[in-house]
């Protein structure tokens, strides 16, 4: 299969899940907002976005594994990038809460970490240009 034709498929695939992702979203605050629902019901309501998150994981992992050796070398770089950042930042933010910082909400490490491996994997494509 050729690169075009694999992020034509990862895109597709992103894409839909990104869009049952926001729909799942908007459905489950609105229901534990407004719905009266015993705690247990209202914790699986509460984690249903994650389901189509794993669908976006999924494709980002077939792309990897469909992609030539450039693309993965560039992916590999970035990710790689992306965790380190991210574990500095997250390590050094966590020293700033010791003087009385807020907390930093943990459901932002996961975009944080895509953000910075968006930029690693731009800033990579370049320089393998």
């Known amino acids: 299969m050729k690169q075009n034709q694999i ?19 908007l459905a489950s605050v609105y229901a534990i ?32 594994k469909d992609s030539d050796e450039l693309q993965q070398r560039m992916h590999l770089l970035a990710i790689t990038s992306s965790a380190v ?8 933010y966590g020293f700033l809460e010791n003087l009385g910082f807020p907390p930093f909400p943990t459901i932002w490490v996961l975009p944080m970490m895509l953000a910075l491996w968006g930029l690693g994997l731009g800033y990579f494509s370049r320089r393998y240009q």
């Open 85 to 92: 950042l991210t574990g500095f930042i997250t390590f050094t």
């Open 33 to 64: 907002q407004n719905i009266l629902m015993a705690q247990p019901l209202k914790i699986i309501v509460a984690v249903l976005p994650v389901i189509p998150v794993a669908f976006v994981l999924i494709a980002v992992m077939r792309l990897l």
């Open 7 to 25: 992020m034509k498929r990862y895109m597709n695939e992103f894409t839909l899940s990104m869009i049952a992702y926001v729909a799942i979203l």
